[in-house]
């Protein structure tokens, strides 16, 4: 048996594929960590606004957030459209970096606005890593390695 108009065009306003955006690789990365590994402000957006946890991590990836993806790279775009939509810049990852701890342990910004925007939102310069992390010793953002 056939399909009805009014069938068919139900079927084809319906999308065809569904991706989960809370869905992990194996390394631990959702679809929003690829879109802050990208600098990709857009794909954040779109990501969240279709469901994904702006804070979610994985223990396969050190429980990083797609912020602190972001941060690491000095992803600004990413980064700003992480804060603006909750991004937590707070939490910290396994080794006990927070969104400005990864800044700081890059290469050093190559300018101030990735930091700032960070600080804006909430970021600690002054956060310690946990205790056991870079050598027993503990560290801060100011302190870099």
Same mark, same amino acid.
């Given at each position: 048996?056939?399909?009805?108009?009014?069938?068919?065009?139900?079927?084809?306003?319906?999308?065809?594929? %569904? +991706?989960?955006?809370?869905?992990?690789?194996?390394?631990?990365?959702?679809?929003?960590?690829?879109?802050? %590994?990208?600098?990709?402000? +857009?794909?954040?957006?779109?990501? %969240?606004?279709?469901?994904?946890?702006?804070?979610?991590?994985?223990?396969?990836?050190?429980? @990083?957030?797609?912020?602190h993806k972001a941060c690491e790279r000095e992803n600004y775009l990413a980064a700003h459209a992480?804060?603006? +939509?909750?991004?937590?810049?707070?939490?910290?990852?396994? @080794?006990?970096?927070?969104?400005?701890?990864? %800044?700081?342990?890059? +290469?050093?910004?190559?300018?101030?606005?990735?930091?700032?925007?960070?600080?804006?939102y909430g970021g600690d310069i002054h956060s310690v890593t946990d205790a056991g992390v870079r050598?027993?010793?503990?560290?801060?953002?100011?302190?870099?390695?």
């Open positions: 048996m056939g399909a009805t108009p009014l069938q068919l065009a139900d079927a084809l306003s319906k999308p065809q594929c %569904i +991706l989960n955006v809370n869905s992990f690789t194996l390394n631990g990365l959702s679809p929003l960590h690829v879109a802050a %590994i990208r600098d990709d402000a +857009l794909a954040c957006r779109l990501r %969240i606004n279709a469901g994904a946890h702006v804070d979610g991590s994985h223990p396969a990836s050190g429980q @990083t957030t797609s912020l992480l804060v603006s +939509l909750g991004a937590s810049t707070t939490l910290k990852d396994d @080794t006990g970096f927070c969104a400005m701890s990864h %800044i700081a342990s890059s +290469l050093g910004p190559e300018d101030t606005r990735l930091p700032q925007l960070v600080f804006d050598g027993q010793v503990k560290w801060t953002p100011l302190l870099g390695d």
